[in-house]
């Protein structure tokens, strides 16, 4: 399971499994690794809200190899953390009567129906604990070259809250955002976004979204013609991530609906003699090319497709139509816990870049 | 410049140079390419309309290498055009000047001055012209192998033709838009459309839009775990195409504002004994996988760059504000022009991942 | 309760009375009205799905006087139905614990306590029933000018169906969507849009949308100045019908975003003689009169405020805040029943101004 | 042309004649009226940038009756300003030749050739003025009520800037938009905005816009039934203003896309005992009357028809298809003039409903 050139990932263990973990390739030798600041971030992506999982797993990091007294040997890093509150058995019965809008009927054609399916196995949400491990390396490793990454929830259901698709983004309002239980840019919107969360995890129902990501300090020409652009880059990683649907860079699709006379962005010198742009409406990126401006891009994501109420399915050993009930409590929402891991995986697929 | 694994692309020659062509790698021996085929796809990508560029090549496909009498002969596939109607000359002010939203100043900060942007260099729209032949030959071996790739307009700035966003696809009609001359599933859209397009020409202005893609014929399980899901490896492809800034897959944005119990597809046998969905909001891929539905797709295009209008920018010599006006006939809408190309990057796509 | 200049209305009776009903005055003597014509219109917003409210009405037209043997007398038209399943009672605790975004607190602070709010009372979808009456009767009087009016589902929930919001309106295609069980343009999205309904019943929850209507035959000319203006007099209106949030004309909020050189419509003869205009983004009114183009109009529907999940609000005895749960089965989407009433309203409107 | 029943409006004059100017019957006697506010009031739509009209008017308003020493006497309002720049030669050939998307055809074919289309005549958006004295006297009676009322831009084109279509309304923020030269809530959409406006302006093109609106301190229980409705009201009198296409209230068209579950307002005693409601998706606005909440709404502005580009159009006299040039500089973007017309007509429709 190679990820990319430069930083190479192998996922180990599924959601279900005794552990889930990852190795990272291409680290180098000598890096400094703050192995708090990593934990931290990792534990960005657990649960704060009673709308999410009630599944509860510390998520300790054990580093296997690969960084000792919190500097990098050259090696491979393992690290991996314990799966705490697992049940196995109850997923059998998915690889008969697959579960609408999840991977359990694709996974069982391909992989035949020795597969694991226990908790979405690779599939499922649980495998942004390594992709977070591992962009939680590559995050440190370009915060040290001046690159920061921050993201945060724009949209929750059909409540926009603040974006900077039009405007330049703030570098501190941005960053910060990161660091709140609900990470918006505007709090005035974490009330309609939880009546949306709220209103599906009442209903049995779950609620998709729309994560916003901004990338300070990229150097001018990071990036590269045909799928070494930026943005092939970026998005081959984003979709990498469970229930992505779309991705769009700038004012992205609603570029398309702009004539170039208001759509371009125009450049100027700023008061300290650097080339900028007066908007940023193609997300800092030219011909697949960092033009110097902060790279900004949108991501979707599903509602998740877990819902306690009965649907339609197929039996697939009686080869009739039935229904499903997927029991126990569902995360109504997780497009707050995606946060930290569309920041890993912009930031393996920066360096990777670099 | 390599594309993928199996496939392996190597683009030479530029927008302005006297040729410019493709290396495929990786097609294998024996495989049958019918070029009067190929020829009639590649022509799909020329002007057909007075809004798009006047510039006229006959682009006539010449094949050095790796193809005898229509058989493939297992080496490299060597492919090109001639470029008969360039002026190199006109482009070195952009060197100094560079255009709004154009790559000339990340290019030029990242190759150096003696880098060539003749007709936008590898970033000219013209670089479909190889990339239409690769994926010509890519779209053959697929057809072969019962799997098509149709693509059309969807959208022209604000208007938004037919979709099959909320429902099954007709392979019937998803196949017949591509040969129309303004390829859209609904006719009745042609005119609106033209109105955005030739509402940009009259003001010398240019407007973008969205095309959406459908591929018929996928085999239950075709993709993989991260970033070999057929998301990120479709999403790669179609961000190497110029102008692209924004990837959708089925419901795209819009599934992230439903709730599951609407969004998620449900299972049934068809009268066929076939495992299908009743919706396809997923685009035909569970968790990165196809799960044997049509995989669908909208690709949103930026207005084109160059506009007639003066435009502010900066002097990259004289360090100061300046401004650009960009001459001769522009192409004020490309997306017609850029529906093989999304047809063609999606074959190549899958064809890596088969 | 003065609706109008040329017809006037007078509804008398609520929800939850004996009966409910209709004065309409203005009509004028000998015209020719169809009672079952009438009573088929009426009909068609009855329950016809299972997501529908579960009350069932018989709603037979009775004519009390104003209409003899299909005849108009030249007195007032009074006409009503009567109400066979109501529970008076069990709103009596509305008056104190209101329910969120129905009229009860508004109406109890506005009117006492002493005001009837059964079954929503004046402000219950079941006043449709006499708007009805009134519309139909004015339907037919159009029809026998030549005018006709269709409206269908253009939206349900997040799924947008077929619409004219673009391109020119096919009037059989839309005279016949109002005959259909589920009225909208293009059957194809029946099943999603169902979806939508049935994953919003299946949670307790409802949802909303979008019906579109379209004048056809309307002289050119017809309106005036200020709010004798064919958007205002219809707008007026359709905020008559219960739970509508918006109304736009032609291509409405969209044309806001587009461009005069593409927005614009343009005139032309056509192959009769008749000046009619290419496209029809001003929905067939400009500077409030009407062209001699199809008249179009959108018209959203907030999601029905009845809902079976338990709700925050007050106690306004106690003055403390509290929780209300509604029982009882809900009309969890009133978008198909609504259809005939977006048609009623619109046909006393274009009366009113001819 | 009455407006309404309590505050009755009268036009007279027009864009090209002498003067124009409005009569208000329904004040009442000794109310006091401050001029000077009234002054500035009407100075908001006078023209700020370069891109909109160039005609330049004093627009001094001329009150001839009704007002002495700052006291309304009870007699009829008459109030006017003088047309200094009007050319009213110009627009014979436009009854020939009608402009796309003006009133110009359904006017002629409406009131006949001797009809005055001078500057739009009753239709140009010098119309504004005198509903601007109307509405600027209805304000100042209101705001002695405690009740305000402020508008901004929302939108440009494509370009959304900050709206309170999901969080409740600040005040002091909306208050103070209304007196920057560029109304909006957050400054930093002004640029992007401008790069709207400007594109069009620099192709000869126009665009369009929202405009949304805020009343605060209305009582709980204003409104009505039916046409007597809130959103009746105010609709019918927003509808008057030219070139409106729509109008959403609260969270308008979205709000048809949300499950009642978050879409419902909840109520809540806030910490002085008053009843609100945690958020406001309904624009304050339930069953037709006020909730206590902030009534909030959102008006479509089409792009201004007037461009400099040629249009086809027909030929009235000769009968066949032909184009038609406007000459003259034309206003590209009238959305910053026509916020306070926004505010001037909720006030009229306001002060019917009290």
């Known amino acids: 399971m190679l990820l990319d050139d430069r ?48 599944r509860k797993e510390s998520d300790k990091i054990i580093i296997e190899s690969g960084i000792e007294n919190g500097i990098t040997t050259g090696g491979e890093i393992v690290a991996k953390v314990l799966n705490e509150n697992f049940r196995r058995a109850d997923y059998d019965k998915f690889k008969v009567t697959p579960r609408p809008s999840h991977a359990d009927y694709a996974a069982i054609t391909k992989y035949g129906k020795g597969h694991d399916l226990s908790g979405g196995g690779r599939f499922s949400g649980r495998i942004t604990v390594p992709l977070c491990i591992a962009g939680g390396i590559a995050l440190q490793l370009l915060e040290q070259k001046g690159i920061k990454i921050g993201a945060y929830i724009q949209r929750i259901g059909s409540v926009e809250g603040k974006s900077y698709r039009f405007t330049l983004p703030c570098e501190d309002e941005v960053m910060s955002a990161g660091k709140k239980d609900f990470p918006v840019l505007d709090d005035g919107y974490v009330l309609p976004m939880m009546r949306e969360i709220e209103g599906a995890k009442k209903t049995g129902d779950s609620v998709g979204g729309v994560v916003e990501c901004v990338v300070f300090g990229l150097p001018v020409g990071t990036g590269g ?130």
Chains 1, 2, 3, 4 share one sequence.
């Open 225 to 354: 013609e045909l799928t070494s652009s930026l943005e092939s880059a970026i998005s081959k990683n984003i979709f990498s991530i469970p229930a992505v649907k779309g991705v769009e860079f700038g004012t992205g699709f609603l570029l398309s609906s702009m004539r170039a006379s208001a759509a371009n962005d125009e450049f100027i010198y700023d008061e300290t003699g650097k080339v900028v742009t007066t908007t940023n409406n193609n997300g800092g990126i030219n011909g697949g090319i960092c033009n110097g401006m902060p790279v900004t891009f949108r991501v979707a994501f599903k509602p998740a497709p877990s819902i306690s109420i009965e649907q339609r399915t197929v039996d697939l050993e009686a080869k009739t139509n039935t229904t499903v009930t997927i029991k126990g409590n569902h995360d109504c929402c997780f497009v707050p816990r995606a946060v930290p891991a569309v920041e890993a995986m912009t930031a393996i697929a920066i360096l990777n870049l670099l």
């Open 7 to 54: 930083i190479k990932l192998r996922i180990f263990g599924s959601s279900h499994s005794e552990e889930i973990g990852v190795v990272v390739e291409g680290v180098g030798f000598g890096e400094t690794i703050d192995l708090d600041k990593l934990q931290a971030f990792v534990d960005r992506r657990k649960s704060k809200f009673g709308f999410t999982t009630p």
